[in-house]
């Protein structure tokens, strides 16, 4: 061992009458160790919610969105579905009447909520969203027997079956075999005067996709009965297209408006991409992670200003110890490198418990398993935790392999307690779910920022150790020992 290093490691373990700058040493691990570890934690979160978001927004929607600008019908969407799967990249597209309706639940006479319903064919519908998967009950829109027993036991006419996304159902009240009345439109009777145009709808199913966007405002079915609503037989407003990589989308959109080959009466296409459809949350998550990285690298600095200051009251410490090393020949450079040596290691502990404390923390949040109960814990934990204090007092002052002992029991309780107090984070709970999209709090670690901010760390502690080393270095030997 180099004597630079066997120095440093001595100053790093002070004797009992210098113990004050060793607290001041380990307050700088923890500092580091926080502010890696919250970094860490945040951007999971961010980095989480963001890929979340993104997996459900494709897997429940369409990669590209075509219509006209004013949402009017137009025909031959069969032909132009066609010419569409027929571009490069395209898996498939399928046709789409979509609107925006009042419901009259049951036994109600006024408008208990405004949704949207989209017109679909489910088979074509499955190869673009894969609708079915998300379904818990029947898909016949037609044909199935809950429809029919609600037509033998009511006198009112069905216009078909409705399948209401989860949240939806809860918040109308409405389970399977229930009848929703729809406000399809207002028609002009011709006295000046509007009457509703009303249409009965069996629920046979429920849509579960825990994306909050869909299962709680939205209501599908068969795109047949949305043509005959709205008396546009043969005709849709909309055609969504999925493609081999969502990231094409952009270039693709042309293509697709291009195929689709609309007159000049039908209207101008506009060819909609999911990137357009939310572009502001995700540039929004994108600011966010920015300016969390920001703020949580300038955590870490603060931090390493306590690695700053403990060199520097060690220097003042060891100005005798610096003057006789000068005395027997060591250099400049050797005096400057122990004091390095030593704030480094601090960085580098630092860091090194913040990264597993951070991964450790994720890994808790994202991971759903029975947990003791926190009266369980304060009842067991505490006394154990009060009556291992006084037996580390005493090992602590013992020597061999105590301090050791104690160390790794203090390591093993630690992690008891935090698996025992870090549990997932419900959003439904926090009333959040429906801006993040998802039940839970998302975690996604991202390995690529992780080595990243370490070695972001390792580089601001390492910089915080110049100034005080290039002090101690420059120290003169007769100035440091003429009060000795």
């Not at 590209?64 to 579905?81: N, P, T």
């Not at 009950?137 to 044909?143: E, I, K, L, M, V």
Request: charged share 15%; proline share 2%.
């Amino acid at each position: 061992m180099k004597f630079e290093w066997f120095i440093a490691s001595r100053y790093l373990r002070s004797r009992r009458k210098q113990s004050f700058i060793s607290i001041i040493s380990i307050i700088s691990i923890g500092g580091v160790a926080l502010g890696v570890a919250t970094v860490i934690l945040v951007i999971a979160v961010l980095d989480g919610v963001e890929h979340g978001l993104k997996d459900r927004f494709l897997s429940n929607e369409a990669h590209v969105a075509l219509h006209i600008f004013d949402h009017s019908f137009f025909k031959d969407y069969q032909e132009r579905i066609q010419r569409i799967e027929a571009i490069e990249n395209v898996v498939a597209a399928s046709p789409v009447v979509f609107a925006q309706i009042g419901v009259f639940p049951e036994h109600s006479n006024t408008i208990q909520d405004v949704i949207y319903i989209k017109g679909i064919d489910p088979a074509q519908e499955d190869e673009v969203t894969g609708f079915s998967t998300y379904v818990t009950g029947s898909t016949d829109f037609q044909n199935s027997e809950l429809i029919e027993k609600a037509a033998f036991i009511r006198d009112e006419t069905i216009a078909g079956g409705i399948i209401l996304g989860g949240r939806l159902a809860t918040r109308l009240g409405a389970m399977k075999g229930d009848v929703l009345r729809l406000l399809i439109k207002l028609v002009d009777i011709g006295t000046g005067s509007l009457t509703p145009d009303l249409a009965n709808f069996v629920v046979i199913g429920f849509y579960e996709s825990e994306m909050e966007a869909y299962d709680s405002n939205f209501g599908f079915i068969h795109i047949d009965t949305a043509q005959k609503l709205y008396n546009q037989q043969n005709r849709v407003n909309f055609i969504f297209v999925r493609l081999t990589d969502a990231e094409l989308a952009p270039q693709i959109a042309t293509k697709i408006e291009d195929a689709a080959d609309f007159s000049v009466l039908e209207g101008m296409p506009n060819a909609r991409t999911w990137m357009e459809a939310q572009a502001a949350l995700f540039s929004a998550l994108q600011l966010e992670k920015i300016a969390t990285v920001i703020i949580e690298a300038l955590i870490i600095l603060v931090a390493s200003f306590n690695i700053a200051s403990t060199l520097i009251m060690t220097v003042m410490e060891k100005t005798k110890d610096v003057g006789t090393l000068r005395t027997l020949g060591a250099s400049r450079g050797n005096i400057m490198r122990i004091f390095m040596i030593q704030g480094s290691v601090i960085g580098t502990l630092g860091t090194m418990i913040g990264t597993g404390l951070g991964l450790s923390i994720c890994w808790l949040l994202s991971t759903n398993t029975e947990r003791p109960s926190y009266w369980y814990i304060l009842a067991l934990v505490v006394p154990i935790v009060l009556q291992f204090l006084m037996a580390s007092r005493h090992a602590l002052r013992s020597k061999g392999g105590w301090k050791f002992a104690v160390g790794v029991l203090w390591l093993i309780g630690v992690g008891f307690a935090l698996y025992c107090a870090v549990r997932p984070i419900s959003l439904v709970d926090l009333g959040l779910s429906q801006i993040y999209q998802t039940h839970q709090l998302p975690i996604k670690i991202n390995w690529v920022f992780v080595i990243f901010i370490n070695l972001l760390s390792f580089v601001i502690c390492w910089f915080a150790t110049l100034y005080p080393a290039w002090q101690a270095a420059n120290l003169k030997p007769v100035e440091a020992l003429q009060h000795e």
